[in-house]
């Protein structure tokens, strides 16, 4: 995170007014937000601390948090701002200086702040790694094994058979020697295929059934893990055995499972005095769950519990802070030893060849390789070389599909409106301005208003029309709705106006009035994206200044696609896409490689 606000003049609210010295200077120059100066006075405070150092240190750590990361490094951030912003008024001392007086300040003595590896933490974030590998360590502890060798490579054997299978069966014997896996690969690559034949591994070599739960940070995705497993143990190679005890499981978010509390929305019903009861818990879209999740899932497993974290790792990290699964496969050791064990899959497994190697090519950084594919003309891949247009075939695809949605919605169908959503998802980079979201739900509700002039529930007159796509932004415990769902407005045969939203259970509806926090979805933000697919994605690059600008943010949407994708953007900025990664500072890759040894 190294961008800058430019201060709208004196009165601007992210201004501090009783900030001074280098405080004040980092806030009028866009580098600290009144809330990190806030922080730091009131900290400082408490604590009996006035090194300004010191006071600016706490404020960069308040900065690096909400920018997603969970601590800071102090010498690499002083090198990004330094770049924007040359005139800062940094502390005089080097860097090993500022952390010595860090070390010694009362802030650290009383455990506001942390210092490990040369990272600055705040209490809560350093707590929770800490916890966490601590965890995965008394895990890896417990090692008995399920069964002798020769039975558990004989039934690998039938449910990953020959050579296609290899890459996924060396993982899943990984995992069945493990308390803790992480399986990740990009794409098509046979995650959840592997998943499947894991599962149904591990219930062969168990005596009694395992008890499973399947789950995902929203709700779709946990909806896709399960229809995808349903749909892989159909296959010959399970016994019938198998497939009627996989055909029992269930999904959930992963909010759901440990028991979310309408009073806390960081604390779980299930926790370290009550734990999970679960042999064998499967989390997909791992990229998608912060270090504050994974710690609590992490302590609410049983310690004998199998855990497998499963994912792409290229992916946009969580919304909230770390970058948890992306650390595990950096930072975990091989060998015994290690607390989780790592299986990558490389292979693609499906026939859509051209989206998963510009995503290979995004991946690398190659742009020159991305730009040719992009340029190559193909049925799965469209590319328009300028920065915010849409051709008329994009467009009426758009608006095929709202209307294709509408029809659905009307007639009652909410089985259809939700499925026909799937066919094309529009993705913006930025929720505001001319490339964002809001402005191509407008553009798209006009279009939709122009089409069927007439025809009634006209989306630019009734906020609540017929066929209007909706994102849930927050938590709804009490209705089961999560950040992220997807739901469409529905007219029932009564002729009342719903919403409807696909739950692991079935369709469930609601009248407008009891939902909150409700936003449109014509288009739909490449960070609200990560865990769903639709079968045509078109990505509306930003423009080449946007701070969101990355390569796994280009990645992310491109990977997004199943069959098609549409992308739009200067070729400029597909290049500078390429060159800019998303970095989080946090320690827990470093932790990790330490195995345990707590560094001072
Ligand atoms: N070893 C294999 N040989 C042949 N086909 C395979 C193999 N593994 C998986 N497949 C097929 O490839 C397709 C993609 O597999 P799968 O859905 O498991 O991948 P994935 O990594 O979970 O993909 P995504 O995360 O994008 O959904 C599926 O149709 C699956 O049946």
């Not at 501090?16 to 009144?34: M, P, T, Y």
């Amino acid at each position: 995170m190294s961008e800058l606000f430019e201060p709208d003049g004196p009165y601007d609210q992210r201004l501090a007014r009783n900030a001074d010295g280098s405080l004040a200077a980092f806030n009028q120059a866009g580098a600290l937000s009144a809330a990190d100066v806030h922080v730091a006075q009131r900290l400082g405070v408490l604590a009996g601390e006035s090194d300004p150092a010191v006071l600016l240190a706490v404020a960069l750590v308040s900065r690096a948090v909400r920018g997603g990361s969970v601590c800071v490094d102090l010498a690499e951030t002083k090198a990004a701002l330094s770049e924007i912003a040359p005139e800062l008024p940094w502390p005089d001392a080097d860097a090993e200086v500022w952390l010595a007086r860090i070390a010694d300040s009362p802030l650290t003595a009383s455990g506001v702040l942390h210092l490990d590896f040369g990272l600055v933490y705040f209490d809560r974030y350093w707590r929770q790694e800490v916890q966490l590998c601590d965890d995965l360590a008394a895990r890896a502890r417990r090692t008995d094994a399920l069964a002798g060798p020769e039975r558990i490579a004989e039934a690998a054997a039938r449910l990953f058979p020959g050579d296609s299978y290899a890459e996924q069966r060396a993982a899943a014997l990984a995992a069945v020697g493990s308390r803790t896996t992480v399986l990740t690969g990009g794409p098509g690559t046979g995650k959840t295929t592997t998943v499947a034949g894991l599962l149904a591994l591990l219930g062969s070599l168990d005596e009694r059934a395992p008890r499973i739960a399947l789950a995902a940070p929203t709700g779709k995705a946990s909806a896709r893990l399960l229809e995808a497993v349903r749909h892989e143990i159909a296959d010959e190679r399970f016994t019938e055995a198998e497939r009627q005890t996989l055909a029992e499981l269930s999904s959930s978010t992963l909010h759901r499972l440990l028991g979310s509390r309408p009073d806390n929305s960081t604390r779980f019903r299930h926790h370290r005095g009550n734990r999970l009861p679960h042999d064998v818990v499967v989390v997909d879209e791992t990229s998608m769950v912060s270090l504050t999740m994974m710690a609590r899932l992490l302590e609410a497993l049983r310690p004998d519990a199998r855990l497998v974290l499963v994912g792409d790792h290229h992916q946009l990290a969580s919304i909230d802070a770390g970058a948890v699964l992306a650390d595990l496969v950096a930072g975990l050791p091989d060998g015994p030893g290690a607390p989780a064990v790592v299986g990558s899959l490389h292979t693609n497994h499906r026939s859509e060849r051209d989206i998963i190697e510009l995503g290979e090519a995004i991946r690398a950084g190659d742009a020159d390789a991305a730009v040719e594919r992009l340029r190559t003309p193909s049925a799965e891949l469209s590319y328009l070389d300028q920065t915010g247009v849409l051709t008329d075939d994009l467009r009426s695809a758009i608006l095929g599909v709202a209307l294709t949605v509408r029809a659905a919605a009307q007639a009652g169908d909410a089985v259809g409106a939700l499925a026909a959503l799937d066919e094309h998802r529009l993705l913006c980079a930025h929720r505001d301005g001319p490339l964002g979201v809001e402005h191509w739900n407008r553009q798209v509700e006009q279009w939709i208003a122009e089409a069927t002039r007439g025809e009634g529930d006209d989306p630019l007159v009734e906020p609540w029309y017929v066929g209007r796509p909706v994102l849930v932004r927050v938590n709804d415990y009490a209705l089961g709705l999560h950040n992220g769902d997807v739901g469409v407005v529905v007219r029932e045969a009564d002729g009342t106006v719903r919403v409807a939203f696909q739950s692991t259970g079935g369709i469930v509806a609601f009248p407008p009035s009891r939902l909150s926090a409700i936003e449109t979805m014509h288009a739909m933000t490449i960070h609200k994206s990560q865990g769903s697919q639709a079968k045509q994605v078109t990505v509306l690059l930003p423009e080449e200044e946007s701070r969101l600008l990355t390569r796994e943010l280009f990645y992310t949407a491109v990977t997004r696609a199943r069959f098609q994708v549409n992308v739009v953007g200067a070729e400029s900025v597909v290049r500078s896409s390429l060159a800019r990664r998303a970095s989080r500072a946090s320690g827990l890759r470093q932790r990790l490689e330490a195995n345990g040894d707590r560094p001072r």
